[in-house]
């Protein structure tokens, strides 16, 4: 797998090269968003790691160029929280995002997690997990123990599960619970979080499935 990792600062990108390689990634590195988009409609990378703030051609730039022929993944990496919605929007269509500063550790998990979702394989995801939905009868199944779920829970972690790691606000989660377009106050998004966390947690209560964001919303991670 091919990673490009375009990020103007060099100590960022030698760390990130040197965490990556270990996981068995072949990395190219471009220091220059000029550069980088134009080496990336030649060469087809696995996985575009995307810094947003770059000489010559922003992040941004790059990312709606690139989407115009191609599905490659793009992680957006950036400081600025306020841009997350545009990004993950299908104006600029990345797949996921960063926020900095982050630990190379993160990186290498979000990398892996993007690229096993994008690989059209969702039954490797969910042995991984241990956690097993059933859609037909609301239950969940975890490590050979089950739980029932009310209609709106089973919805929130079948949206969560299908792309983990992927970091939902309120809106999105409520647009996909409620199909008639009603409006919801975000306390009542969380309460319906908060129960399905704890209902997970009373079957593996040493497991976090679903985590809270700051300041945006929730999403969920494979764990270990
Ligand atoms: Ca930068």
Do not use: W
């Not at 030698?14 to 220091?31: K, Q």
């Not at 409620?178 to 106050?185: A, G, L, M, P």
């Amino acid at each position: 797998m091919n990673i490009a990792i375009v990020e103007d600062e060099e100590k960022l990108a030698s760390i990130l090269t040197e965490y990556l390689s270990r996981e068995g990634f072949d990395c190219e590195h471009y220091d220059n968003g000029k550069v980088a988009l134009q080496q990336l409609q030649l060469d087809k990378a696995d996985l575009v790691l995307l810094d947003l703030m770059l000489p010559e051609t922003d992040g941004m730039t790059i990312c709606r160029e690139l989407r115009k022929s191609s599905n490659v993944p793009i992680i957006m990496t950036t400081a600025r929280v306020e841009e997350i919605d545009r990004l993950l929007g299908l104006e600029v269509g990345a797949d996921d995002y960063i926020c900095k500063p982050y630990s190379p550790r993160e990186v290498v998990a979000r990398v892996k997690a993007v690229l096993r979702r994008t690989s059209e394989n969702p039954q490797q995801e969910q042995a991984t997990t241990g956690l097993q939905l059933d859609t037909d009868t609301a239950k969940v199944h975890i490590n050979g123990k089950e739980g029932s779920l009310t209609a709106v829970e089973l919805e929130l972690l079948k949206t969560m599960m299908a792309t983990p790691g992927r970091i939902y606000n309120r809106t999105q989660l409520m647009n996909r619970i409620y199909k008639d377009n009603r409006v919801v106050s975000d306390r009542t998004i969380d309460s319906h979080v908060k129960k399905l966390r704890q209902k997970l947690q009373s079957l593996v209560p040493e497991t976090e499935y679903i985590h809270s964001v700051y300041g945006i919303g929730y999403k969920y991670e494979i764990p270990g």
